[in-house]
Structure formats: structure tokens, C-alpha cells
Nanobody, 114 residues
Framework: QVQLVESGGDLVQPGGSLRLSCVAS????????MGWYRQAPGNERELVAH???????DYADSVKGRFTISRDNAKNTVYLQMNSLKPEDTAVYYC????????WGQGTQVTVSS
């Protein structure tokens, strides 16, 4: 099992930036691939960004060029740097480990609004 705690969400104006953090209760190098997901009201949860143990990344088309996922294995932390934020990025953001697909944290709220 693994516990995941997300943080860093906030209210930000369009065009602004945020960095989200996800701290895992176990060594994330051992855990392997991880991802950031988001869920807006009335929508299904969707994968936003994914990173493998080796650092290979992949992104949803809607965030390519604006979001960057990274990991610090020594700190058991996965980050999501979000730039040029848009109102449609408003959602609760969650991290998840591929190996433990049913283990979700409480999420962190990101609201993009003027």
C-alpha cells in the first residue's frame, strides 16, 4: 500500500503558475511510474501527466507545453509545475501510482479565475 498527500493548490488568475506536490509514504523509486490526474465538477477523472521510474514523461494534449511533471526520488515527491494556467484547468488534482491504481489521496483544489 501507499499513502499519497497532495498540496499546492490555490486560486490563481489566468496566465498564472502553480506547483503541486505529491508526497508518498514509500520510496517512489520502488513504486515506479506515477501520474497526476484531475477531476472537474461533472467530469470524469483524467490523466494529465505521467512519469516513469526512469523519468520519461507524457502529457495530455490539453496541457502539453504548459505543464511539467518531475520526481525527486530522495524526497519521495512528485511535482507538477503548471504554467499559463487557463480557467479550464480548474479541477481537483490527484496523484496516483501505476502499481496502486486504487490508492488516491485527498487531492488539491486548483481554481483559475479572474
Amino acid at each position: 500500500q501507499v499513502q499519497l498527500v497532495e498540496s499546492g493548490g490555490d486560486l490563481v488568475q489566468p496566465g498564472g503558475s502553480l506547483r503541486l506536490s505529491c508526497v508518498a509514504s514509500r520510496n517512489i523509486f520502488a513504486i515506479g511510474a506515477m501520474g497526476w490526474y484531475r477531476q472537474a465538477p461533472g467530469n470524469e477523472r483524467e490523466l494529465v501527466a505521467h512519469i516513469t521510474r526512469g523519468g520519461s514523461t507524457d502529457y495530455a494534449d490539453s496541457v502539453k507545453g504548459r505543464f511539467t511533471i518531475s520526481r525527486d526520488n530522495a524526497k519521495n515527491t512528485v511535482y507538477l509545475q503548471m504554467n499559463s494556467l487557463k480557467p479550464e484547468d480548474t479541477a481537483v488534482y490527484y496523484c496516483n501510482a501505476d502499481r496502486y491504481p486504487t490508492h488516491w489521496g485527498q487531492g488539491t483544489q486548483v481554481t483559475v479565475s479572474s
